[in-house]
Structures are given as C-alpha cells and as structure tokens.
C-alpha cells in the first residue's frame, strides 16, 4: 500500500528556507517584546473541551478539534458529545493563557507583561490564506485595568512590525462598549448584540450592502439596519463618556509615534472583549496584519476575584505569505561558507578552518566530495545560498 506524501489539507510544510524566514521573523519580534520588559511562556496545545466550549470564542466554537477520550472513558453506545470527546486543541493563545495565569498567579509579577508564541488550530475550510494549522503571536498584559496597559501594548507591537520592514500601516481602534451602545441606540435588543457583531465584524469583507442585506436576512428590521448604518459612522466626538476619553487618551500618545484612527465599524470575533479592541492595517498590503482588544472577564472562569487583562496578537502567517509573495530577503545574514575536502587525510585541516570561521561569525559546511562528481556537487551548494567554496588540500 502506498500512502500520499501531502500534508493534510488546511496544513504545511516549512522546507529550509521557509524556516530561515519563519525563525528570523520570530526572532526579531521577540526582540523587541523582551526589550520591553514582556517575559515568554508556553502553555499546552491541549485544553479541557469543557473549559474551550465556554470561552466565549465566537465563530471559533464551530471550528474546534476535538480529541476523543481514550480507553475505558470512550462509550460508544452514547454518541453525544460529551461522551465521546473531552480535548480539543486551542484556538488561540489568549484563553490558555488565562489558564495559565490563574493556576501560577502566586509565582508571577503584576501586572504580569507575558508573550507567547505557537501553533493554534482552527477547522477552517482550507482556501488561500486559511490554514487549519498557524502561528500566533501575542503579547498580554495581566493585572492593569487601566488605558495605559493598552498604550503600552501599542508601543510595542508596532515597533515589531517596523523592525520586520512594516513601515506603512495604521492603527485602528474602538470600543466593544461604545459599539453596544451604537447598537442599542438604533433600536436592537441587547440579546442581538453579538449576532449584529458577527455580521458587522464582516464589512471589509462584504461592504456595507453585504452586512445591511445579511441582518435584512436575520430578520432585522430595514428601520433599525438604517439607524445602525448611520450610527456606524460616527467619530468619538459622538461619545461623552469615560470610555471615549480613554480612547481619546489613547489616540494623543500613540499617535506621537505611529498612526491611529478611530473607527467605530470595527468588531474583532472574539465575543471575550469587553473594551478597546484593535487591529493594525497595512496601507501596502490590504488586510490586516494585527489585532487584539482587553478581555477582562475571561479570568472570572478560573477564579471569582476579577482581574483585567488586554493582548495584542501579531498575524504572523499573513506576514510570512506576504513575505514570500514578494521575495523578501532576510537582511545582514550570515555569510554562508563550503569547505570541500576531496582526500582523506584533508579532513582535520577542514575541520580547523571551519572552527576558525565560525568563531568569526560565518555559517560553515564541511563536505567530503568525490572527484567525478565535484562540479555537480558544488552548484547544489550555490544553489543552497553558500557565498564562497573553499577547497580544502595542502595549500
């Protein structure tokens, strides 16, 4: 029996190069989140189903994967859910981290500054730019309810983007609180509140006729659908509460260094925010790149003392696709050198030099050749990026 070589749909393969890109993009954001004083975790890529069926994850609760028990726990003869499965894999790292953050909050600081970086998994459909398997990486600050936790995530994560060459994007920023109220105030019930948001959360997708057409089809009103379209394009001058000052706040220290802008038609998915909520948009390549928003209650689950909490997460497969899209080079990389050695007795002699060079800053290769086959050889090294080929013998 032969088995096909392809990876599960909705998944990839890194070849080489692929991981060189995937490591330095890694590398120079974690740079800059410890530079600022964000420590790194990791947590389990398995959670208790129970615990990810009541996250408040939004659209994300029909794509979960879920693990079957194991063993004496698997009863076949009930067939319901809870009987069959008790695992899922994550979705995102924001909800692992609230778990985290309540069974050690005795060893860690607070606030406590974390970030993370890992695979999640979604049961996507898989299509261009949709995967089942990604990266994720977020920075969360845990234990400061106040604006500034936010201004400190947003001078950070940007700064990130700017060292990986993102110099064109804007912040966008609302609040799920003034977005209730410019619900509520175009006549729809507080239960509508998250069915509106999905809808809305679609608008750079489908417009502003896509989103109006899909709550017509939801049974909404054609009078309350005109008043929230009217609403949604309101500025924060609109607003006179607690909540728009903050933003305003916000908006005046951020701006000094990056650009952001209100924008009231702005949702995120998750149904776990509970103020500011963020993304960062590039004006060179449409779509966006970042986002996040404060998730005070997600804590509550674990703990009854409420503690807040805000992330902000970096869409790193978007800026690896958009990478390779454009063949990006990684800049100031090592230089990459061969040493070749055709006779035996050359190999401690290779071996010499190639210590000597690496301990200068070099990446060395020492390959034994054979002669017939040294020219064929030697272009598959060039090929692989290796700048200078050195023949080892007694010269």
């Given at each position: 029996m ?93 909800l ?25 998994w ?35 994560l ?30 729809f019930?507080?239960n ?5 948001c ?11 006729q ?21 609403n ?81 997460s ?49 990446i ?20 692989e ?11």
């Amino acid at each position: 029996m032969r088995f096909r070589t392809k990876p599960v749909k909705g998944t990839f393969e890194a070849l080489p190069e692929d991981m060189e890109l995937r490591n330095w993009v890694k590398n120079t954001i974690t740079e800059v989140y410890a530079s600022r004083g964000y420590t790194q975790i990791e947590t389990p890529c398995i959670e208790n189903l129970e615990l990810l069926n009541n996250s408040d994850g939004g659209e994300n609760l029909r794509l979960l994967f879920k693990i079957l028990k194991r063993g004496e726990k698997l009863k076949f003869h009930d067939l319901s859910e809870n009987a069959l499965c008790d695992l899922g894999l994550r979705f995102d790292l924001t909800l692992p981290l609230s778990r985290f953050y309540a069974n050690n909050r005795n060893d860690l600081p607070t606030p406590f500054k974390a970030f993370q970086m890992g695979y999640v998994w979604r049961a996507e459909r898989p299509q261009k730019g949709r995967f089942r398997q990604f990266t994720q990486c977020d920075i969360d600050i845990i234990g400061d309810k106040s604006i500034y936790a936010e201004i400190d995530l947003m001078l950070t994560l940007p700064k990130a983007l700017y060292d990986l060459g993102f110099k064109n994007f804007t912040i966008k920023i609302n609040d799920r609180r003034l977005l209730k109220e410019l619900v509520l105030s175009a006549g729809f019930e507080e239960n509508d509140f998250n069915t509106v948001c999905i809808t809305v959360d679609k608008m750079d997708k489908v417009g502003t006729q896509g989103v109006m057409d899909e709550l017509g089809s939801k049974g909404f009103e054609k009078e309350k659908i005109d008043n929230l379209m009217k609403n949604l394009n309101s500025d924060l001058s609109t607003f006179n509460n607690e909540y728009s000052k903050d933003l305003e706040k916000l908006i005046n220290v951020v701006s000094k260094k990056y650009p952001i802008a209100f924008d009231s038609t702005l949702v995120r998915g998750m149904g776990y925010y509970t103020g500011p909520i963020f993304e960062i948009v590039s004006d060179e390549f449409k779509g966006s790149i970042a986002g996040g928003g404060r998730y005070d209650n997600l804590l509550n689950k674990f703990q009854k003392e409420p503690i807040p909490a805000v992330g902000f997460s970096i869409g790193f497969e978007r800026i690896i696709s958009i990478f390779k899209e454009n063949g990006f080079k990684i800049p100031n990389k090592k230089k990459k050198i061969g040493l070749v050695f055709i006779d035996d007795k050359y190999i401690d002699k290779a071996i010499s030099m190639s210590e000597e060079l690496i301990s200068v800053g070099n990446i060395v290769s020492v390959y034994n050749f054979k002669k017939n086959k040294i020219d064929k050889r030697m272009k598959r090294l060039r090929n692989e990026g290796y700048e200078e080929i050195i023949i080892v013998d007694e010269k």
